[in-house]
């Protein structure tokens, strides 16, 4: 158990990155896993006041704060609008609710812990971070700074470009929050599918993942493996798939295709046979298992997580598939007459992707 000598409930982000500057000082956020630790820390920073536990929607991006929770995230209607329910996928298993309750989105970023599904999903996302001096960064450039920094992180920054959205969603239909609330529910997983989709293998329920897969779709201006100059596919195509594989049991490692391997277009209209799907997808799934890193831990052995990566890679790529499909078939809603469909919808439900019948 962790404790401290001070405590300061920060008024303003200044005062809070003042007292950051102490080595010994730390800034809490949820406190779960800092509370696993056996440490005395000089002054204890909470962020509370400073209005970070706010999830925002503009034109452009979602603006999650850092203090959101886990559960906050889980259950939001417009940001699982966005990404048709894989949000709520990912979170899902993390311990329970009363965990997730107290887990904060900004300690599981900051953290960067190798099992985390959290920080799969944003990378997928094509997510950035907010830092108080360094500004916004990239995921993968966050990676790379030291965990001792003493910056605060303050919102994780989704863009709405990230993941490429069916035409036919008009501008007209955004905010997604404001959307989605007229139509809750599996109906809204069909009226928003996005294009992502999040799967993991636990050893159970609740436990830290085996191996966490997050496959998207991405523009090509947002793709290209971390190089400096962005790859276009080649398959000429305006999007390009993205897979990002966590718990292996480094932390989350990004693979786009652009090798082109999977044709995006045929794939985002439909157009691929049977067959096609499951060659195409099967190819890119063993070509990202060959440029993953992969070690035996107390959960699994390398060999085993690289077998998983393909598979669940496989699985990712082929439910992209069935989202289209099913908002394909999807009959049309008139978003501003839904009285019908929210007496037939919980507005607890949680959407599947796993299956076209379930989001039918």
């Avoid at 594989?245 to 439909?270: M, R």
């Avoid at 890119?284 to 831990?297: C, G, L, P, Q, W």
Wanted: hydrophobic share 40%.
């Amino acid at each position: 158990m962790y404790s401290y000598s001070n405590y300061v409930r920060a008024a303003s982000l200044d005062e809070a990155y003042e007292l950051c500057q102490k080595k010994n000082n730390v800034v809490l956020g949820g406190a779960l896993w800092l509370r696993m630790q056996t440490r005395t820390f000089g002054t204890a920073i909470d962020l509370s006041d400073l209005g970070l536990d706010k999830i925002e929607e503009n034109d452009e991006n979602f603006i999650i704060g850092a203090y959101v929770s886990l559960r906050d995230l889980e259950r939001h209607v417009g940001f699982n609008a966005f990404t048709g329910g894989a949000a709520a996928e990912a979170v899902k298993h993390i311990v329970g609710v009363q965990f997730r309750n107290c887990a904060t989105v900004g300690g599981s970023i900051f953290g960067r812990f190798g099992f985390s599904d959290v920080y799969t999903l944003f990378y997928a996302l094509n997510a950035r971070v907010r830092l108080y001096k360094a500004g916004e960064i990239g995921l993968d450039e966050f990676a790379g700074r030291p965990k001792n920094e003493r910056d605060i992180l303050t919102h994780i920054i989704v863009p709405k470009s990230a993941c490429k959205q069916p035409a036919e969603i008009a501008a007209a239909e955004r905010p997604y929050v404001e959307a989605a609330e007229r139509v809750e529910g599996d109906q809204a997983a069909d009226r928003f599918a996005s294009r992502i989709v999040y799967l993991s293998q636990r050893n159970n329920s609740t436990d830290f993942p085996v191996l966490a897969c997050a496959v998207s779709v991405l523009e090509n201006a947002e793709a290209g493996n971390g190089a400096e100059d962005t790859a276009i596919s080649k398959s000429g195509g305006a999007a390009c798939l993205r897979a990002v594989i966590g718990a292996t049991p480094y932390l989350a490692q990004c693979v786009d295709d652009t090798e082109g391997i999977v044709d995006t277009a045929q794939l985002l209209t439909g157009d691929l046979s049977d067959e096609e799907m499951l060659a195409q997808a099967s190819a890119f799934a063993e070509y990202v298992a060959e440029h993953i890193r992969f070690d035996s831990n107390m959960r699994a052995g390398a060999a085993y997580r690289k077998h998983v990566c393909q598979v669940l890679v496989r699985r990712a790529v082929q439910s992209l598939r069935k989202c289209e499909a099913a908002h394909s078939s999807a009959p049309k809603i008139d978003l501003n007459s839904s009285a019908e469909v929210k007496s037939k919808i919980s507005p607890d439900a949680i959407f599947d992707l796993s299956s076209a019948e379930e989001v039918k």
